[in-house]
């Protein structure tokens, strides 16, 4: 199922805040909250996990934003954006080095908001690597533990990985299939297989790869997933009972 992407929102301005809080609902965002102080953020990311963090530098409690985010880094790995308005160099290096997924300069308007967002979202959206060797671990990072992040008319949302019935290949692309519709990916579905929990997902067919757990029957040379009919690779029938044994 697609969801709105989640957002926690920290500035110990309230009139500012609700400002903020407006316009990303008008970009059809869900806000977790509104918190003046970065001790109830740190706890609002481990009980409500936001999928990012817009946080003020310049917080007015015991610890100041970059404190909070990095508190907020030893529990959780939740995108940050810094809202800034002039720090001093000491502060903005401070909050360059917690590894921020973007400044946004106070005052803004709603599409540098909006920018921002996408920008990081984008950051955490798998894509094609590159010629050179890349990290394990930061592809590992482009898809998170439960969920996914794609456009869908003109916005950024969130798919669970567990809604996910199938993905098949589509050239250089990915078509991602839930109980709700579709969405495409710009990546191909090699990029993607290598990124995905392998406990859920098996490759059967060259050009399928399916979400075991929604399978729901199987004969000699397919599987029927949802309203799909969805073919097997020779020789896979019997990795495929394998698999679904284990679940």
Do not use: C
Request: neutral net charge; glycine residues 4%.
């Amino acid at each position: 199922m697609a969801t709105a992407i989640k957002i926690l929102v920290v500035e110990d301005e309230m009139i500012i805040a609700a400002k903020i809080a407006m316009q990303l609902t008008n970009l059809g965002y869900e806000v977790t909250g509104m918190l003046a102080r970065g001790e109830e953020a740190v706890l609002h990311v481990q009980t409500v996990r936001p999928d990012v963090v817009l946080l003020d530098i310049q917080l007015k409690g015991a610890i100041d934003g970059v404190e909070t985010a990095i508190q907020m880094q030893e529990k959780m790995h939740t995108p940050i954006i810094y809202l800034t308005a002039n720090s001093d160099e000491a502060t903005f290096n401070r909050a360059k080095a917690t590894k921020p997924y973007a400044f946004i300069s106070k005052p803004f308007k709603q599409i540098d908001l909006q920018r921002a967002i996408e920008l990081a979202i984008g950051r955490m959206t798998p894509t094609e690597p590159a010629e050179t060797d890349t990290p394990p671990d930061a592809l590992a990072q482009s898809v998170l533990t439960d969920r996914i992040f794609l456009r869908h008319k003109d916005r950024m949302v969130k798919v669970l990985l567990s809604d996910i019935l199938h993905l098949e290949a589509d050239r250089n692309y990915t078509r991602i299939y839930t109980k709700q519709g579709q969405y495409m990916l710009s990546v191909t579905l090699k990029t993607i297989e290598a990124k995905l929990p392998q406990q859920l997902f098996m490759r059967i067919h060259r050009s399928f790869i399916i979400n075991v757990a929604q399978v729901d029957e199987f004969a000699e040379n397919h599987v029927l997933i949802g309203q799909a009919t969805v073919p097997l690779g020779g020789g896979m029938r019997d990795l495929l009972l394998q698999r679904m044994q284990t679940l």
